[in-house]
């Protein structure tokens, strides 16, 4: 994508936008990215950062809603805007624990809390197959309350033992 301004002779500014999408190599693969391909934009004039990514989110995952007999909480949520949430599942070892996925997305740093919408006894940090971090301090767990310190566009995975 690129951006070029540029100042009419009234002293305004005209802004052009311009979107390049596909790139269709032929080599080493003469199949690749060939066919039919559909793209969806959106445009948000004056996004701030936390903008523009929940607006990608938006458009790229959009919420699905099905009908039921109550409101379901949510099982982890985030307390900053910096902080996506992109995963919470069972652990692949059929265990009972959860894993939580998540990273920060504004390019700083970042403390947030994560609450649980369920009793949690433990949280352990791994990598993303969910193997534990041996030299990873685990964050603090208190109650259903976790804090978490995150670098610039940090992957974090934790598990999180259930009551």
Known sequence: MSRTVRTDGDGGTTTTVRVSLLRAPRFPDPETDQGVHR????????????????????????ERR????????PLV???RDA????AVKLADDGGGDVVVRFHEA???RVRATLTTGFP?????VTDLLERPLADTEA?????????????????????????
């Open 39 to 62: 793209f969806r934009h959106a445009l948000v004039p004056g996004a701030s950062i936390a903008d523009a990514v929940r607006e990608g989110w938006r458009i790229n995952l959009p």
């Open 66 to 73: 099905l009908t039921g007999a109550a409101e379901v909480a």
């Open 77 to 79: 949520t985030a307390d």
């Open 83 to 86: 902080v996506v949430i992109t």
């Open 106 to 108: 504004h390019g700083g």
């Open 120 to 124: 949690a006894t433990g949280v352990e």
């Open 139 to 163: 964050p603090a767990l208190d109650g259903d309350r976790i804090t978490v310190r995150l670098r610039p566009f940090q992957l974090m995975t934790l598990r999180l033992k259930r009551a």
